[in-house]
């Protein structure tokens, strides 16, 4: 399984920022996705995941902000962030989580920054 995310960027407090990750490789439809994130000095955090029966749970920073979603025709996983604020400074990775063999495990994407100024 690959990941590529994209759609990251430098934008202002209050902003909006859509970021996508299109997968190659198994049977998408089945994945759980997600999004983490890691800001300088600190620890990888959940962002938002959906099943596969689009089932989704949110970080509580971020709740009522983000949407994840995801579109099993086209094999891509959507985060739209809203309201952007500083705190979201991070560089966002795209994960699927798939619980069967023989692919059974996480793939990690690549990462894609993003930065709000104040």
């Known amino acids: 399984v690959q990941l590529q995310a994209s759609g990251g960027g430098l934008v202002q407090a209050g902003d909006s920022l859509r970021l996508s990750c299109a997968a190659s490789?198994?049977?998408?439809?089945?994945?759980?996705m997600g999004w983490f994130r890691q800001a300088p000095g600190k620890q990888r955090e959940l962002v938002a995941t959906?099943?596969?029966?689009?089932?989704?749970k949110y970080g509580d920073s971020v709740k009522g902000r983000f949407t994840i979603s995801r579109d099993n025709a086209r094999n891509t996983v959507n985060l739209q962030m809203n309201s952007l604020k500083p705190e979201d400074t991070a560089v966002y990775y795209c994960?699927?989580?798939?619980?069967?063999?023989?692919?059974?495990?996480?793939?990690w994407g690549q990462g894609t920054e993003v930065t709000v100024s104040s």
């Open positions: 994960v699927a989580i798939i619980s069967t063999l023989p692919q059974r495990g996480s793939y």
């Open positions: 490789g198994g049977s998408f439809s089945s994945f759980v």
């Open positions: 959906i099943t596969s029966g689009g089932t989704t």
